[in-house]
Structures are given as structure tokens and as C-alpha cells.
T-cell receptor, first 113, second 112 residues
């Protein structure tokens, strides 16, 4: 298995632009998580899906952030419009259920200038 | 949410030394995982260990769920062990269902 695949690995964008991060979970996993990592706040859960349904989006910072999971093999996290404070590493993770070991993707390093 | 405290925050070792990392948590959990974030930023799952003891090579982990702590042991440390070690916990109750709460990590540096 190729693991959890995220794209792009790096994204540099200007303030105000739309940013879309993509994630392909491990085949057969039914839970998918989006995390954000910053020096100040550490690893924060933004949203997670179970069987393609959003279960908890209380970590999404504000309406500028949205996430979708149209099918079991693909999810997107969109920021519109982006701001410099959104600069962080965004990780996607998947698991077989919500209670077993997570597998993380390699992350997307987002820089908003 | 569940509070997770890791200690020590920083640890510097010479190659070959042993170390123990600790994770305390504030509530009963049925999910506990240890991760290693390498210097390139990749997060690797080391153990899924909500209770009991597991070993994988030079690494082992023990969780005493009733006392709300977990320990990660690294023996004969190598430079490749450097990075940040995270403990993450979760439960199946109420608003915390399905979530993992991460500690701030232990930054380990192993010198040759």
C-alpha cells in the first residue's frame, strides 16, 4: 500500500487566494482526519470523517475553511480566502476505524505571503 | 477535551544511551498512540497501546490506563531516533468520540 497520499507537498500562495489541499487515504480505511501543525499550537484536529460523513468539524478555525469527502478514496481541505496566519503544515491521516492506529500522510507545507 | 502532558519536553542523549518518555492524560481513554516525527516532518505511528506493554525492536511502550499514564522506552539510542515523540489519546465517550488529543511532544536529540 502506498500509504496516505497528500498533495501538494508544498504550496506558496498570496493572501486572498484559494488553496485546495488533497488527500487519498489508505484503501479500506473508513476514518479520515485533517490536522494542522504549528509551533504555537502543536497538532490540532480540524475535522474528521467517518464513512465519508463529517463527524466533528469543531476544530475548523472559521468559515474560510471547508472540507469534503465525496468518496472513500478522496478528501479535500479548502481555504478561501487564505491569510498569512493559515501558514502551517496540514496533515491528513486515516484509520480503519476511529479507534485504531492512525497512518499520517507526509503533509502539505502551506505558506501564505 | 482530554489533556495530555508529556515529559520531558527536551532530551539530549549520546548514542547508545537509554531513555524513558512519559505521557500523562486527564481522563479515561480507550485509544493511545505514540508517534515519531522525524527531522523531515513525517509522522510515523510507533505503537497503538491503550493498555499493556508492547515491544518493537529497541522501542517498547507500557500504558497503565487505570493510572492514566504511558511510557515509551528507547534503548541503545541511535542518531536516527532523533525527532519529536508525540503521545495521542482518545476515548469513545461523548464529544471526544473519535478524536485524538496530542501532547506537545518530547524533542529528542541523539548525538554520535
Amino acid at each position: 500500500d502506498a500509504g496516505v497520499i497528500q498533495s501538494p507537498r508544498h504550496e506558496v500562495t498570496e493572501m486572498g487566494q484559494e488553496v485546495t489541499l488533497r488527500c487519498k487515504p489508505i484503501s479500506g480505511h473508513n476514518s479520515l482526519f485533517w490536522y494542522r501543525q504549528t509551533m504555537m499550537r502543536g497538532l490540532e484536529l480540524l475535522i474528521y470523517f467517518n464513512n465519508n460523513v463529517p463527524i466533528d468539524d469543531s476544530g475548523m478555525p472559521e468559515d474560510r475553511f471547508s472540507a469534503k469527502m465525496p468518496n472513500a478514496s478522496f478528501s479535500t481541505l479548502k481555504i478561501q480566502p487564505s491569510e498569512p496566519r493559515d501558514s502551517a503544515v496540514y496533515f491528513c491521516a486515516s484509520s480503519l476505524t476511529g479507534t485504531y492506529g492512525y497512518t499520517f500522510g507526509s503533509g502539505t507545507r502551506l505558506t501564505v505571503v | 477535551g482530554i489533556q495530555v502532558e508529556q515529559s520531558p519536553p527536551d532530551l539530549i542523549l549520546q548514542e547508545g544511551a537509554n531513555s524513558t518518555l512519559r505521557c500523562n492524560f486527564s481522563d479515561s481513554v480507550n485509544n493511545l498512540q505514540w508517534f515519531h516525527q522525524n527531522p523531515w516532518g513525517q509522522l510515523i505511528n510507533l505503537f497503538y497501546i491503550p493498555s499493556g506493554t508492547k515491544q518493537n525492536g529497541r522501542l517498547s511502550a507500557t500504558t497503565v490506563a487505570t493510572e492514566r499514564y504511558s511510557l515509551l522506552y528507547i534503548s541503545s539510542s541511535q542518531t536516527t531516533d532523533s525527532g519529536v515523540y508525540f503521545c495521542a489519546v482518545g476515548s469513545d465517550r461523548g464529544s471526544t468520540l473519535g478524536r485524538l488529543y496530542f501532547g506537545r511532544g518530547t524533542q529528542l536529540t541523539v548525538w554520535p
